[in-house]
């Protein structure tokens, strides 16, 4: 069996960018002075799956709501 670099590659930057997804949630809850209210199983959940949460940010930035405040 040989060594699959592609795969192995992939696997990395995933794990990477989960890893990166987790410590952003951390920070944005620790510069709003709001670690107490985080749920640590729900960041590290939603890390996970982080290509579909950063998908789901470009969308509204692209798109927007159309609630005007």
Aim: without cysteine; proline residues 3%.
């Amino acid at each position: 069996m040989t060594f699959n670099y592609m795969a192995t590659s992939a696997a990395v930057f995933y794990f990477l960018g989960a890893y990166l997804h987790y410590i952003h949630v951390a920070t944005i809850f620790h510069l709003l002075g709001r670690e107490d209210e985080m749920n640590p199983a729900r960041a590290r959940m939603h890390s996970l799956v982080w290509p579909w949460t950063v998908i789901k940010f470009i969308w509204h930035d692209i798109f927007g709501s159309d609630d005007e405040d």
